[in-house]
């Protein structure tokens, strides 16, 4: 705390700015936030000042004005890379599209028993007060739990909820669904879904989610830089809990470095330009077949490192046997691997003996992994770092997550706060400890909801086991957007109007709240207190996200409409623990106050941290900035083995041949997709790539202004190669329909030459704005790509979402084209 | 609940001069001797110990468990699988009775044996469910504020370890506490039903 260290104590400065938090109010408080409490804790707001608060996008400096919010900026820059995700926050309390109150579906209210499911997203909305919703849902849920059991209840709800330790949204319906009597939940993620299940396999851990070499190792050992399927310029502007920004940081430097960087993506990302890197331009879904061609001419070149394969890996003799032919035949060389991923074979022999050459690291990205095999590219490319023999090295080896919640910044000696859990004991009259002992039986992989959803019964398979669907009866969705997260969207809504009920929390009438029975209005997280971390790897910084202003409407607390539910099924104190909003702040951070007073690294008591409305700033120790992963296994694989059953890197797993599957063998293998261009019967013409979009996090902040510094034609942007755009005669500013058989959106047309021929690029996230509404098949107006996007598994192993294997076809609107109807009210 | 209490307590006082089934508590140091302070190994929570004798604030105990072959200086709870009980140091000169010796399905040789060695007198229970509890509790209260909690049984005992190192320093679990948790999902492990 006290060697902050000099370029921070820069940024620190404007603190002082800062307006004093009043902390206990004179008058004991009316205890808004629930009945018959009595809070010690002010609720008054700062009227003109400015408030410190946090987002996934950084902790944030918000001017207040008469009791509004007129400004919203960064509180620190830790590199002069803009995020553009920052300025948005009153746009965001006072959208256009806020749901006001709590709201019905006109067939739902008149009779639940039968709702017309198939009018969800095209009936007429109803206000209801919130206490005749609260009753409403409570009765529905009850009656579903009844009739359908536990597992007829969906509440596994996905996305990117606010951030914030208390008001976490969905960890928070767990919580009420846990006290209440059971749901049916998901496994995994649409992040990483591929990757997350067979890295445990190859790796023995996640790999994904944790820490990675350090960045000041890397700036100082790496000679090369392989930036591969990753636009860190752009998903670095956002982390789980709060971005501490410092990838931006590090990136800079690395600019500044000069080292040699390469980036290898079907488009040339923001960070290419950035980095002013070389570009190399692959097909997409082909990376697998690069590797092999590399490891290829490594083998032949004599070029590997035959210790390390020995000593730290197995199988790779069987693998080389496939990379050979051994049984069918194909030599898998860089000429094979050319004609697959579109880049020259020279090339990828220069790559191979590049990375040999010099101590590489090779920074990955998820993209690769979000397609049919996904779960093929990583274990390729630890394959590949294997056969290059600089993992556990300085500087060497990969990387998955350094483009993810600043991966590499070093980790702070930092005490942790907690945060709310579904930790509850269930009712035993709702038979709700009977239904714990089986919950983990009924999750399944969560992208795979539709097909959940349309099928119920049918058993599949997962990383060696069988899942049976349940048959759900009842959704409730918190913090997530399906319509517009989840692939093949007109499938989805195909299978959405098979449950009876759909409940959804919601600030905004997204795409997925218009499909709802019931929605009930929540507050951003700008209208409420809450406390979070920064950095999710690095743990530099506790932010107290001091309220700004008040509710908006009949907005109300995911806090507060779970505690009224609760008070419906008679478990009120069970679930709130007789606490309110600020008291569970309070224990929350001292939790952290505990720990650091016995690390002997005081920090301020919980008033002063509330009151002063600053950010606890952690050191970093020494050692934490030289950390490089898998070293200890390195320097001892048999006292520090992985937690894969050799206790060795497996590039051949004996347990995945016992799962016995055709789409993913024992040993990393090309497998051709389902869509790809190099198909032989190409279903259309032009492979889609949806990456993480540059200026939202996912589908967040597409309602807000900032959409207008990034829309075409004021829909969302498609990129189109300058070649291919001659051919359809489409030009910049045009608007474009992209279909295929499975649906059909508008677009804006941005022609490039920053994209390989045969490729476009529609960045996930814009909502869904159907022109017939409710209506499957019918055009997007404001260009959602997972329209066009697959709904299959990745494999049997893994079952993750399969949105960048997809072809499409591109045409000129010629038409006139329609307007949006979304980002304001409905009806 | 009086009674309990007493009943433990009897319990207690008797284990320390009878054969007795008890755990550790904590991470707990091994000694060869019961007059010796030099750290010979350790021994991990949740381990179950035989008390043979009481010397001073020493208790002599006898552990079971497997030693891989080529691997000297760990034993392990079960065959085939890394979930380890004691770490010893090279130096170290343990009574190790070699009891039995079987292959595990990769092939390799692990030996059944008895460990003697000495502990201090403390952190030992009987009552090896409340330390799961605490252990799932710990995990539960903190493994779920970012992400619905992993049940035990979805990882291997292999995998556990450095998927709870991974994630651990992004919670306010204490490395004591670390070791606590790490056993009781290893124990309670997709590939540990059964055993």
Redesign the interface.
């Known amino acids: 705390m006290k060697n902050i260290n000099q370029k921070r104590r820069g940024f620190l400065k404007v603190v002082a700015l800062f307006a004093t938090v009043p902390f206990i109010d004179a008058v004991t408080n009316r205890g808004e936030l629930l009945a018959g409490t009595i809070t010690k804790f002010s609720t008054k707001l700062v009227e003109n000042g400015v408030v410190l608060t946090a987002a996934h996008w950084g902790m944030l400096k918000l001017t207040i004005k008469n009791g509004k919010v007129v400004k919203s900026e960064p509180y620190q820059k830790t590199s002069r890379i803009k995020n553009s995700l920052q300025y948005h926050t009153d746009d965001l309390v006072y959208a256009e599209d806020r749901i006001k109150y709590p709201m019905v579906r006109k067939s739902y209210l008149k009779d639940p028993n039968n709702p017309k499911p198939e009018l969800r997203g095209n009936d007429e909305w109803v206000r209801v007060s919130y206490d005749e919703a609260i009753k409403l849902v409570a009765k529905e849920l009850k009656k579903t739990r009844k009739e359908k059991g536990a597992k007829g209840v969906f509440a596994g709800s996905y996305g990117w909820k606010s951030s914030g330790s208390i008001h976490n949204c969905r960890v928070l319906l767990h919580r009420f669904m846990t006290a209440t009597g059971g749901f049916t939940g998901t496994v995994g993620d649409y992040s990483t879904g591929a990757s997350q299940v067979i890295m445990p396999h190859v790796l023995g851990t996640l790999e994904v989610y944790e820490q990675q070499t350090s960045w000041p190792v890397v700036l100082e050992h790496s000679k090369v830089v392989v930036i591969w399927g990753a636009n860190p310029l752009a998903t670095l502007k956002i982390a789980w809990t709060s971005t501490d920004e410092n990838g931006f940081k590090y990136f800079e430097e690395l600019k500044k470095s000069g080292k040699k960087i390469i980036c290898i993506d079907p488009y040339k990302t923001e960070t290419c330009d950035y980095l002013d890197a070389q570009w190399i331009a692959p097909n997409p879904n082909t990376d697998v077949a690069m590797m092999m061609g590399m490891i290829h001419t490594l083998l032949e070149a004599k070029k590997y490192d035959a210790n390390f394969l020995d000593e730290y890996t197995e199988g790779f003799d069987k693998f080389k046997d496939y990379l050979y032919g051994k049984d069918d035949g194909i030599v898998k060389n860089a000429k094979w691997a050319s004609k697959i991923c579109g880049v020259d074979k020279k090339t990828i022999n220069e790559l191979a003996n590049l990375f040999y050459d010099n101590r590489t690291m090779l920074m990955s990205g998820w993209g690769m992994q979000r397609a049919h095999h996904g779960e093929q590219p990583h274990w390729m490319m630890v394959t590949l770092a294997s056969v290059l023999g600089q993992i556990g090295l300085p500087g060497g080896g990969f990387g998955l997550s350094y483009h993810y919640s600043n991966g590499g910044v070093p980790t702070a000696k930092s005490a942790i706060i907690g945060g709310i859990t579904a930790n509850v004991t269930p009712s035993k009259d709702e038979g709700g400890a009977a239904w714990l002992r089986n919950a983990a039986k009924y999750s399944f992989p969560v992208a795979r909801i539709a097909d959940a959803l349309l099928n119920p019964g049918k058993t599949i398979d997962f990383n060696g086991k069988k899942i049976t669907y349940p048959e759900i009866d009842f959704i409730y969705w918190v913090g997530g957007n399906p319509m517009v997260h989840h692939q093949d969207t007109n499938l989805l809504i195909k299978a959405w109007k098979k449950p009876r009920t759909i409940v959804v929390n919601e600030a905004f009438w997204t795409p997925t709240a218009r499909m709802a029975d019931i929605v009930m209005p929540t507050t951003t997280s700008y209208e409420r207190n809450d406390i979070t971390a920064t950095g999710d790897y690095s743990n530099l910084n506790i932010v107290p996200m001091k309220q700004a202003v008040k509710k908006q409407y009949e907005a109300r607390d995911d806090y507060q409409i779970f505690s009224d539910l609760a008070k419906e099924f008679g478990v009120l104190d069970k679930y709130t623990q007789n606490k309110t909003e600020m008291q569970w702040i309070e224990e929350f951070y001292t939790k952290a106050y505990e720990q650091a007073k016995k690390m002997n690294m005081p920090i301020p008591t919980f008033r002063d941290f509330w009151t002063k409305n600053q950010p606890i700033t952690f050191d970093v120790p020494y050692e934490n900035t030289q950390f490089v992963r898998y070293a200890d296994f390195r320097e001892d694989p048999i006292l520090n083995p992985l937690g894969t059953p050799s206790g060795k890197i497996e590039i051949y797993s004996k347990t995945i041949e016992k799962m016995n599957y055709k789409d993913c063998k024992a040993y990393p293998s090309w497998l051709e997709p389902a869509e790809w261009v190099g198909m032989e019967k190409k279903t259309a013409e032009f492979a889609l790539i949806s990456p993480h979009p540059s200026h939202r996090l996912h589908s967040q902040l597409n309602n807000t202004s900032l959409r207008k510094e990034y829309a075409v034609a004021n829909r969302e942007p498609i990129w189109i190669n300058t070649k291919d755009a001659k051919e359809k005669g489409i030009k910049s500013g045009d608007v474009v329909r992209v279909f295929n058989d499975r649906g059909q959106i508008l677009v804006g047309a941005i022609v490039t030459d920053g994209l390989k021929q045969g490729i476009v690029k529609i960045e996930e996230g814009a909502w869904y704005d159907p022109m017939e509404k409710g209506k499957e098949g019918t055009l997007c107006k404001n260009g959602s790509a997972n329209l066009l996007t697959k709904d299959i598994p990745t494999s049997e192993l893994a079952n993750g979402n399969s949105s960048n294997t997809a072809l499409v076809n591109i045409e000129k609107y010629t038409k006139e084209a329609p307007s949006l109807s979304i980002f304001k009210q409905p009806n | 609940m009086k009674k309990s209490i007493f009943l433990s307590i009897s319990l207690l006082s008797a284990s320390l001069y009878a054969s007795d089934i008890m755990y550790s508590s904590g991470v707990k140091n091994l000694f060869e001797t019961s007059h010796s302070n030099a750290r010979k190994g350790r021994l991990l929570p949740t381990s179950e110990l035989k008390v043979l004798e009481k010397n001073g604030d020493k208790v002599k105990i006898e552990i079971e468990g497997f030693m891989k072959d080529?691997?000297s200086n760990a034993v392990y709870f079960v065959k085939g699988k890394?979930i380890l009980m004691a770490g010893l140091s090279k130096s170290a000169k343990f009574d190790i009775k070699e009891l039995s010796s079987s292959k595990d399905e990769?092939g390799v040789e692990w030996k059944k044996v008895i460990l003697t060695a000495y502990t201090k007198n403390e952190n030992l229970t009987e009552d090896l469910d409340s330390l799961y509890s605490k252990a799932e509790?710990l995990f539960?209260?903190n493994c779920?504020?970012?992400h619905?909690?992993?049940?035990a049984?979805?990882?291997?005992a292999?995998?556990?370890?450095?998927?709870f190192?991974?994630?651990v320093?992004?919670?306010?679990i204490?490395k004591k506490d670390g070791y606590l948790v790490t056993q009781f999902l290893q124990k309670h492990a997709k590939d540990m039903k059964g055993e």
């Not at chain 2, 320093?169 to 306010?172: C, E, F, L, M, V």
């Open positions: 080529g691997v890394r990769n509790g539960k209260n779920s504020i970012c619905p909690a992993h049940p049984h979805e990882f291997t292999n995998q556990w370890p450095s998927m190192k991974a994630m320093n992004r919670t306010a204490e």
